[in-house]
């Protein structure tokens, strides 16, 4: 979650930043719109002017504030839904449970989730031990408290409010001294409960979480993958990328023993490193892609000392057949198809769905780089390059790749869209997404199984629908802003 | 016209062998045992120890009738280490094991020699004869059970650790139970072998890669194209069984399509009548209100869930809190429907219709506002060229120019999208028929990943990713039928 809250606030400052809100205490909003003016007819600058062009477009704008709420909802998730109090002083004690087990309590030093007190009164007397994550901090008597604002967490079931308990209708709850009776207004499950009493508010904040998580993971390896291998097949084409004869045996022979050596004689290293949880498993994943990587480059290396003769000799490389038979044959079999059936044979966990959803995202990304390569690569500053002798790495990275972003930018973003639906339609389906993690699907999916609960239905489905509209938005506007040409 | 269609054939061959390979691998990877699920389903498999030597036998002649005896695949990669053999043992955990422990010591012939001690041990331990006085009986029994399961569990771990720990706990049985005496001689042996694991271990030959060739008669082959004997093989329909039930899954696949096939092809034939005339006004109309209002309803509509729509029309149409006009789930009423009907006889259309309007509603919205949003842009695309201009400079009328010049033109793109009919009735429609409990093919997917049933689900991969690749075959043929550009690139 440090991420999202870093990329979070570095938007939204960003934003503050362009639309002159932060920084102009010291002249007026007139002035400085006449020295950004003039500055801009000095300096043509091709993302400032594709802003220009986003900002006047007020939905997408209201579609972009609207995302950076939802980060921000999601960055501070555990703040805003708790069943701890965020401050609470108990005999005479300052107590600061919701921050226990977060980040900021990390950083403040306030232990973990399960932090145990003892608690003494003002005369040094022992009361009793608390323990943070079983204590029902709502039958204490606490002398001051500031609850977070939604006071229930994603998992914590209110015994009181069981069986579908509606947002307008009765709700009981069980005060300090022991009587169950109407329940205050600060208690209130404000969007009703399901089944087993858990609060349907405080699992929609934490489920933006979860779907926020799946866009971003998911479409980050999905991008990757396409960026990369649009990025070769556009470039080189079927007939660009030439080797001599030797060195393309030999990479072939140096992919083989990559792949016998970092995943075959690995294979317990790594199924070992999963069991033990997914990040030392990653790690395994990483070194044996060292592995891979660094075998390809010796076999390359060796290549070169025999080169002779008839092994001299050019052979083509037909990258663009490879990639785009690739693309077809990931495409020829129905998305949710494809991903209930891997997810079938695999363990349940969301980051293996999100890794899923990634790896059979990326077509779309990958077609779009590559056409975009393909119109590129005779354009005159890629030639020039060339001409200087630039080596082929080079020419893509650096010169070709950071002209040709705009349509994957768009396109990802459909993709981030597309891929929150799609976690959506797995934990609706109850597939793939283990069940007890609370998501927007899921709780939809509890709406399913009991039709009577309208609030089931109507506020996760809103969540979910609201969010990819904002992503489908951004993603058109952003269309129309950076490449004028394909607005339709 | 010819040499396009035959470069397309030449494509569309190693297409379906990648298909059908990587359906092999998934079903190669499902972690379950087929024939303990198999047995079960037919429902031989008796509680543990009712499990007779009968019971044996017919897993025994499964596991021949399903090939598990043959390896996997054509060739294999492995290491020197590995041995070509393996593949014959039966219990899959058992094999698993056997991997990892030669994988581990790098010595076949040691490791298949702590098998065959552990085998002997487990043989003999079955065949002791207790005779006992009757209160010790209950006490000697357990113990023995103990020992039983212990040696189980060995011939499935490979751990270190987990082997050390089972071996001294048999040590103190064995010196704690008299009666356990004659098993001295082989729990010696087991540990002489397990100790010459790691004496003899020749790790290095784990790290020299060797394929082995195994010749046609391998697993693949046999699921591909059969054996012309029992087995059909995949290309003539024959999918396996299923695990829920053990009823053929090409005869459970027969049974379902049906129904999905008649909703996908009802509701994107609605989708097409709505939407060509919505795309094509609004693409006249551009840029006026009815353009952009348009637009902007089928933007959003195009971002709404189609399992939200679902859950939204139930909730407002068949719910007995609000309007209950439509009934919530299923295709028909048992107690109404009359089971001579077939499924067009107007009766039966009359009784289901109610049914089927909510999902077709569901089904179609979602490829109504794609299809209108495509339909628009082509629209757009070809009023702006030069014969259409002509066509007005002609002095034709606008309707004239419209509906007969430009519409022809602009359907070519969505035509394509037809062919996704075949692959969509099978696939296409999992949270529809879920939502509405149609018992289709999406509501069969559901419940075979619910029920981990494999071949159901590799079954219904294989087939999707087959008819995908036979529609884009058809539609790209097509195409370059009514577009003679294609062919001649």
Same mark, same amino acid.
């Given at each position: ?95 600061? !449970? ?77 005060? !300090? ?6 329940? !205050? ?115 390359? @290396? ?87 002798? @630039? ?10 790749? +950071? ?86 | ?32 045992? !087929? ?158 072998? @397990? ?13 020299? +890669? ?37 009823? +053929? ?222 529609? @884009? ?17």
């Amino acid at each position: 979650m440090n991420i999202l809250i870093i990329i979070s606030f570095l938007l939204f400052i960003y934003c503050l930043y362009e639309d002159g809100l932060l920084f102009t205490k010291k002249s007026s909003q007139k002035q400085k719109k006449v020295i950004k003016e003039n500055n801009e007819k000095q300096k043509f600058s091709f993302s400032k002017y594709a802003w220009n062009q986003f900002k006047k477009n007020k939905i997408a704008l209201i579609s972009l504030y609207l995302l950076m709420a939802l980060v921000l909802i999601a960055s501070f998730a555990p703040y805003i839904a708790n069943d701890k109090p965020l401050y609470a002083k108990y005999e005479g004690n300052k107590l600061y !449970p919701a921050f226990a087990g977060t980040n900021i309590g990390w950083i403040l030093n306030l232990g973990d989730e399960t932090r145990t007190d003892s608690i003494f009164d003002s005369q040094g007397d022992f009361v009793q031990i608390l323990q943070y994550d079983i204590t029902d901090w709502r039958q204490l008597n606490l002398e001051d408290v500031i609850w977070a604002p939604i006071v229930y967490s994603p998992k914590s079931m209110d015994r009181y409010n069981r069986d579908y308990v509606s947002p307008t209708g009765k709700q009981r709850y069980k005060n !300090p001294s022991g009587e169950i009776t109407e329940i !205050p207004k600060r208690f209130r499950h404000r969007l009703g409960t399901d089944g087993i009493g858990r609060d349907l508010a405080s699992g929609l904040i934490h489920g933006t979480r979860i779907s926020l998580l799946v866009g971003l993971v998911s479409m980050g390896i999905a991008s990757i993958i396409g960026i990369i291998l649009g990025a070769l097949a556009g470039f080189f084409g079927d007939n660009k990328l030439k080797m001599p004869r030797i060195k393309y045996y030999f990479s072939l022979l140096g992919i083989f023993l990559g792949l016998f050596y970092g995943f075959g004689q690995r294979k317990y290293v790594i199924a070992d490193g999963f069991s033990n949880g997914f990040g030392s498993g990653s790690i395994q994943i990483l070194l044996s892609i060292l592995v891979l990587i660094s075998i390809l480059i010796v076999c390359r @290396y060796i290549s070169k000392l025999i080169m002779i003769g008839k092994l001299k000799e050019d052979v083509t490389v037909p990258v663009d057949t490879f990639v785009s038979r690739g693309i077809e044959l990931l495409n020829s079999i129905p998305r949710l198809i494809l991903i209930i059936t891997i997810t079938s044979v695999v363990e349940r966990s969301l980051w293996i769905v999100m890794v899923i959803i990634g790896l059979t995202g990326w077509t779309r990304i990958a077609r779009f780089t590559r056409a975009e390569f393909l119109r590129i690569r005779s354009l005159e500053f890629v030639q020039a390059s060339e001409a200087l002798g @630039y080596s082929s790495r080079r020419t893509i990275f650096k010169h070709a790749l +950071p002209n040709s972003l705009a349509p994957v930018f768009v396109s990802i973003a459909f993709g981030i869209a597309s891929a929150i639906l799609i976690e959506a339609g797995l934990s609706f389906l109850g597939i793939g997404v283990p069940t007890d993690i609370v998501t927007w699907g899921s709780l939809l999916n509890l709406g399913r199984q009991n039709i009577e609960a309208w609030w089931l239905i109507i506020f996760p489905g809103m969540a979910i629908f609201i969010t990819i509209t904002i992503y489908n938005m951004i993603a058109e506007a952003s269309r129309d802003a950076l490449d004028p040409r394909l607005k339709s | 016209m010819l040499k396009y269609t035959i470069e397309r054939l030449i494509t569309f061959i190693p297409m379906l062998i990648a298909i059908s390979l990587i359906a092999f691998i998934i079903s190669i990877m499902a972690p379950a045992d !087929p024939v303990e699920r198999l047995s079960k389903a037919a429902g031989t498999e008796g509680s543990a120890d009712e499990q007779s030597s009968a019971s044996k036998k017919i897993k025994q002649e499964l596991r021949k009738k399903l090939g598990l005896d043959l390896p996997i695949f054509y060739v294999s990669i492995s290491n020197l280490a590995s041995s070509d053999t393996l593949h014959k043992i039966q219990d899959k955990y058992q094999k698993t094991n056997l991997k990892a422990l030669t994988h581990q010591s790098g010595n076949w012939q040691a490791v298949s020699n702590y098998y065959h001690a552990l085998l002997k041990l487990e043989k003999n331990q079955k065949s002791l004869q207790i005779n006992s006085s009757q209160e010790d009986l209950i006490k000697i029994t357990e113990v023995n059970n103990q020992f039983g399961f212990e040696i189980g569990s060995l011939l499935e771990t490979s751990k270190k650790e987990i082997i050390d720990i089972k071996l001294t706990k048999m040590e103190n049985l064995l010196n704690d139970n008299t009666f356990l005496n004659e098993l001295d001689q082989d729990f010696d042996y087991v540990v002489d072998c @397990y100790k010459k694991l790691s004496t003899q271990s020749t790790r290095w030959k784990t790290f020299i +890669p060797t394929i082995a060739w195994y010749g046609l008669n391998n697993q693949y082959h046999v699921w591909l194209v059969g054996n012309g004997n029992d087995r059909r093989g995949v290309i003539r329909g024959d999918f396996g069984e299923s695990y829920i039930d053990g009823q +053929p899954i090409a005869r459970k696949i027969w049974n379902k399509i049906g129904i999905s096939f008649a909703l996908a092809v009802i509701s994107i034939l609605i989708a097409y009548i709505v939407s060509i005339p919505i795309g094509i006004y609004s693409a006249y109309k551009k840029d006026t209100f009815f353009d952009k209002g348009m637009s902007l309803i089928l933007f959003i509509l195009y971002s709404m869930p189609s399992f939200f729509i679902g859950l939204l029309l139930l909730l407002g149409f068949a719910n007995p809190d609000n309007l209950s006009w439509f009934p919530v789930s299923g295709i028909q009423d048992p107690s109404s429907f009359d089971p001579n009907w077939s499924w067009w006889h107007w009766d039966a259309l009359k009784h289901r219709a109610p049914y089927l309007i909510l999902p077709i509603i569901t089904y179609t919205y979602g490829s109504f506002a794609f299809l209108s949003r495509i339909m628009r842009i082509g629209m757009i695309d070809i009023v702006s060229q030069d014969y259409i201009r002509t066509a007005r400079a002609k002095g034709l009328g606008e309707n004239k120019v419209i509906l007969k010049h430009a519409l022809r033109n602009s359907l070519l793109p969505i035509i394509t999208v037809f062919a996704a009919i075949f692959p969509s009735s099978i696939g296409g429609s999992v949270i529809i028929e879920v939502i509405f409990s149609i018992p289709g093919m999406g509501l069969e997917i559901y419940n075979s990943v619910l029920n981990y049933d494999y071949p159901m689900i590799v079954a219904v991969f294989t087939l999707v990713g087959f008819l995908t690749m036979v529609g @884009y075959l058809v539609s790209d043929l097509l195409y370059a039928v009514v577009d003679p550009r294609i062919s001649y690139k």
